[in-house]
T-cell receptor, first 113, second 108 residues
Framework: DTGVSQDPRHKITKRGQNVTFRCDPI?????LYWYRQTLGQGPEFLTY????????KSRLLSDRFSAERPKGSFSTLEIQRTEQGDSAMYLC???????????FGEGSRLTVL | DAKTTQPPSMDCAEGRAANLPCNHS???????VYWYRQIHSQGPQYIIH???NNETNEMASLIITEDRKSSTLILPHATLRDTAVYYC?????????FGAGTRLTVKP
């Protein structure tokens, strides 16, 4: 247990539905990252926050994806109008500022039928 | 971004040292080398990082060549629990970009 919590751990949804994932970081960590991982691939960077500011977004983060971190604590990742290609593990990681030592949660697995 | 090249898979006998290579020939002078591993069904776990000196911690040792174009992660006495995918990453921005990694299988 790294101290990073993700919810839900598993989500099955039908194509076209909206889904939201939540990440609760280690409390003193300023940075929060979202990654997506499909079978057999390494994690793909989606976006990261420093406190409440979203500082970088990958091209992978289409306009159907939105991430927030209000008040610089927990974060949510919402996917609107889900597609089958969105099926993946969504990983959250946190770190103190300016360090590459990321602490990952166990992920939220999304299956879109 | 500096890219890394790792073999897709390796085997190691239990109790022996596992030496995982990584090439990063385009690395810049201020870029760090990080290693993570991911055990099946878990999130990645930080192992070690370095700039140009060799580093050691309770999990592993990191050997970086003098020209910094390659590095080796050493697990001194591999156990079955070290079976995982190992990622070598050159950190250029404020994020961590993972490649496909090396799948290490430790065999009894």
């Amino acid at each position: 247990d790294t101290g990073v919590s993700q919810d839900p751990r598993h989500k099955i949804t039908k194509r076209g539905q909206n889904v939201t994932f939540r990440c609760d970081p280690i409390s003193e960590h300023n940075r929060l990252y979202w990654y997506r991982q499909t079978l057999g691939q390494g994690p793909e960077f989606l976006t990261y926050f420093q406190n409440e500011a979203q500082l970088e977004k990958s091209r992978l983060l289409s306009d159907r994806f939105s991430a927030e971190r209000p008040k610089g604590s927990f974060s949510t990742l919402e996917i609107q109008r889900t597609e089958q290609g969105d099926s993946a593990m969504y990983l959250c990681a946190t770190s103190p500022v300016d360090t590459g030592e990321l602490f990952f949660g166990e992920g939220s697995r999304l299956t879109v039928l | 971004d500096a890219k890394t090249t790792q073999p897709p898979s390796m085997d190691c006998a239990e109790g022996r040292a596992a030496n995982l290579p990584c090439n990063h020939s385009t690395i810049s002078g201020n870029e760090y080398v990080y290693w993570y591993r991911q055990i099946h069904s878990q999130g990645p776990q930080y192992i070690i990082h370095g700039l140009k000196n060799n580093e050691t911690n309770e999990m592993a040792s990191l050997i970086i060549t003098e020209d910094r174009k390659s590095s080796t992660l050493i697990l001194p006495h591999a156990t079955l629990r070290d079976t995982a995918v190992y990622y070598c990453i050159v950190r250029t921005h404020n994020d961590m970009r993972f490649g496909a990694g090396t799948r290490l299988t430790v065999k009894p």
